[in-house]
């Protein structure tokens, strides 16, 4: 079953912040992050396992709410690099990992 | 660096063809998948494959097949290309995941846009 991200698509100033939401319907063991640039392929950011473990970049952060099914990824002080299309995929119990319908992201200078 | 190649960039067929799309990875990942990529749909799953000969359908594996004879490929079939098929198709290969889930980090590949004319 597909998670639903929000927005669907952000447009941001240099330097600003935006968070990107990631819910499911279903109680999650996982939720993975990737982002995709413009022609290129997704590249992964961040796993965040139910019961608080994460894996991922350090200058990325985000969060998971195992009550309420949903994670959040915030970016901080926006750069141009941060533009792209972001994805969230959540795994739960027996199931193998399905990915939402991405966030675009735009960065203007 | 993981490296996953995909045979070709652009691939251009006709309905009722049949289409092999391979892949390829080099880091000895037992984890290998096939998605299809199209605008405001995301990543959707078609089929994955977690050993040697060993595969599970993925959201919408109807219309598609794949082989996984060696662990470093895995190939994606369209039995009988149709329009509905075009597409952009992006294997990724992954580590068991973490503490006992499925999937670790995708490493994605380059993608193949598939045209069936």
């Known amino acids: 079953q597909q998670p639903v991200q929000s927005p669907q698509a952000v447009i941001l100033r240099e330097g600003e912040d935006a968070v990107i939401n990631c819910s499911s319907s279903?109680?999650?063991?996982?939720v993975h992050w990737y982002r995709q640039k413009h022609g290129e392929a997704p590249v992964f950011l961040m796993i965040l396992l139910k019961g608080g473990e994460q894996k991922g970049h350090d200058k990325i952060s985000a969060s998971f709410n195992e009550k309420k099914q949903q994670s959040s990824l915030y970016l901080t002080a926006s750069q141009l690099s941060y533009s792209g299309t972001y994805f969230c995929?959540?795994?739960?119990?027996?199931?193998?990992?399905?990915f939402g319908g991405g966030t675009r992201l735009m960065v203007k200078p | 660096d993981v490296k996953v190649t995909q045979s070709s960039r652009y691939l251009v067929k006709r309905t009722g063809e049949k289409v092999f799309l391979e892949c390829v990875q080099d880091?000895?990942?037992?984890?290998m998948f096939w998605y299809r990529q199209d605008p405001g749909l995301g990543l959707r799953l078609i089929y994955f494959?977690?050993?040697?000969?060993?595969?599970e359908k993925g959201d919408i594996p109807e219309g598609y097949s794949v082989s996984r004879e060696k662990k470093e490929r895995f190939s994606l079939i369209l039995e009988s290309a149709s329009t509905n098929q075009t597409s952009m198709y992006l294997c990724?290969?992954?580590?068991?995941?973490?503490?006992?889930?499925?999937?670790?980090?995708?490493?994605f590949g380059p993608g193949t846009r598939l045209t069936v004319l």
């Open positions: 880091m000895d990942h037992e984890n």
């Open positions: 995929g959540t795994e739960f119990a027996g199931n193998m990992l399905t």
């Open positions: 990724a290969s992954s580590l068991p995941g973490l503490a006992g889930g499925w999937t670790d980090t995708q490493y």
């Open positions: 279903k109680a999650l063991y996982s």
């Open positions: 494959s977690y050993d040697v000969k060993m595969k």
